[in-house]
């Protein structure tokens, strides 16, 4: 795990080579690497994961160093890789997972992505061939960013890295940020700056000079889901292959020469990661929670349950007693270097600061909630079923009367409030609507020049095969589609990254492994949730390994709560930044649409049609945008 950053077509003497570096600090401050060449240049900030001596230290060559490399991540198949290309001949002088990628390029060329089994973003630099490759994993576990300049082509693990490049336009992509305002998160590969690119996931980039220094550079994609669906399986066979394919994850996943443990929140996910974890690990297994100080968010007796169960040694971590103060949140907002909204990073970040006092690996349970049915969506999908079906003479008072229920606060679902638009409405628009947090007129007119401008509708159309698929299930695997692809990698993904390798904890994810995510993905609706009940077959598995305390809890998103969480002096900060005359906000974002929700917030009033949650969400998204853009401008 590490940070790294390069240039093709640069001059040497124009990159601030320290600068880049410190930027990445964080990522690996266990030491550095610099390799330059006339035309082009690779950097690396280390955290030493495998192979801990010095054979383990980027940039990594092959034997004649014609190919060298910079990586991020873990190769979970390296060992057998390794195998194979010592077989060819291949000689390797260490044991780190990222010296098979340079003789893996010479084996197979670009094709070498599709080979690997991991997370990661890859840069490899073809020193006679003059061409620079990069790539990230099929899920985006891993970021990485690139700009394409008058003078060549830059990369790194971080927006903010790039910013410090010459030539880099920095100037605020007004399309990105009406993007933002709808998801609140910059869907890739646009980023909140016109000069930036983010690499989407299963895709590689080659850059290459020719002879006369002129700089050519084209992505492909080098993978895509087609996961036909599963129709043969009873829930009991369904339950039996995932048990296994979880148990195998977990233990392709345990490789380090570092303290490693696991994050268990005593959700059924992190608790199914550290069971198995603690059933394959040679040595009794550490596990971690939060404890926060609103009982509605702590889930210390569900995680020291599952702890007790498994027999894991089990630490229950204080929140840190300044996270809510302006100056942490800000900083932590400024760091993900683009607006990014989603306020459980705080969560992410409180956990990833205190077990980094402990360990340096930690597995997580993300991803189960994609592959096998979680997230109330798939309840909400369930629901719009059957308003679609409701006769027009039923269906309209019945939306009147849940928009009154919701305005006076009985019901917290925002289902109601979309009623209208669900009501005829095509697939793409329905799907839009779960996962748009503003949506329709309201994003109209929050958005400066919104019809200048793209409408978000586009990132929510159908792009991968769904199969056979009719009715109902063709719905589903839209919405399945649309949350991989779009919400996984820009906000959850981003998200974890960002909050973590902030404090230089790596954090492996074998919820995405890909044989246990397809496998997920291939299930029929009917057994991934069934009338509100959500992940059918995880929860099978569930009730094999874990305590039924645990099993029949409901689902409880990883956050905090906000409202009690930060301080006086946060709201008067907020107050005065985003309401400021001068502000820049108000230069993409309408005032008139978004100056209630901040002063609504900041004087705990309630808005009209808004939960308490909605509120804060919105301010949060708020408050990122404007950070950025006072960062850009500096």
Partial sequence: MCGLAGWLGFPDDVIDTPALLSSLHHRGPDGTGVKTWREAGLLHTRLKIIDLSPTGAQPMANEDSSVFVVFNGEIYNHRSLRRELEGRGHVFRGTSDTEVLPH???????????????????????????????????????????????????????????????????????????????????????????????????????????????????????????????????????????????????????????????????????????????????????????????????????????????????????????????????????????????????????????????????????????????YDFYKRLETIERVRRLPPSIAKPAAQLARIAARAGLIRSTLPGRFREINGADQTTIVQTLFSWIWGEEHKRLVVGAGELEPPRRLFEQRWDAGHRSGFDRLAAQAIEVNMRLVLPNDFLFKVDTASMRHGLEVRVPMLDEDLLAFGLSLPHSLRANRGTGKIVLRGVAERRLPPSVVGRPKQGFAVPVDSWVDRDFKDNLRSSLLEPASALSQYLNRDVYEPWVQSFCSDTAVSGLSRNHLYQRVVMLLALDLALKNGSQ
């Fill in 104 to 374: 893996l390029y010479e084996e197979h060329g670009l094709d070498l992505f599709s080979r690997l089994r991991g997370m990661f973003t890859v840069a490899i630099y073809d020193v006679e061939e003059r061409r620079l490759l990069l790539g990230r994993d099929r899920f985006g576990i891993k970021p990485l960013f690139y700009a394409h300049t008058s003078s060549g082509l830059a990369f790194a693990s971080e927006l903010n890295a790039l910013r410090l490049v010459p030539g880099v336009d920095v100037a605020p992509d007004r399309q990105a940020i009406a993007d933002y305002a709808a998801v609140f998160y910059v869907p890739a590969p646009r980023t909140m700056f016109r000069g930036i690119s983010a690499l989407e996931p299963g895709t590689l980039l080659e850059a290459r000079l020719d002879r006369a220094d002129e700089l050519e550079v084209k992505a492909r994609s080098y993978f895509r889901w087609n996961v036909a669906p599963r129709t043969d399986l009873t829930l009991e066979e369904a339950v039996d292959e995932a048990d296994v394919l979880v148990e195998d994850a977990v233990a392709s996943q345990l490789e380090s020469d570092v303290p490693l443990g696991a994050l268990l929140s005593g959700g059924i996910d992190s608790s199914l990661v550290s069971a198995a974890g603690q059933r394959r690990s040679h040595d009794t297994l550490q596990t971690f929670n939060v404890r926060f100080s609103d009982a509605e968010y702590d889930e210390t007796p569900a995680a020291r349950a599952v702890a007790d169960h498994i027999g894991s040694n089990h630490e229950t971590l204080p929140m840190s007693e300044n996270g809510g103060s302006w100056e942490h949140v800000a900083s932590l907002l400024r760091h993900a270097g683009q607006p990014f909204a989603d306020s459980s990073v705080f969560a992410v970040d409180a956990v990833s600061q205190a077990m980094r006092r402990h360990v340096t690996v930690a597995l997580s349970g993300d991803g189960g909630d994609e592959g096998f049915g979680g």
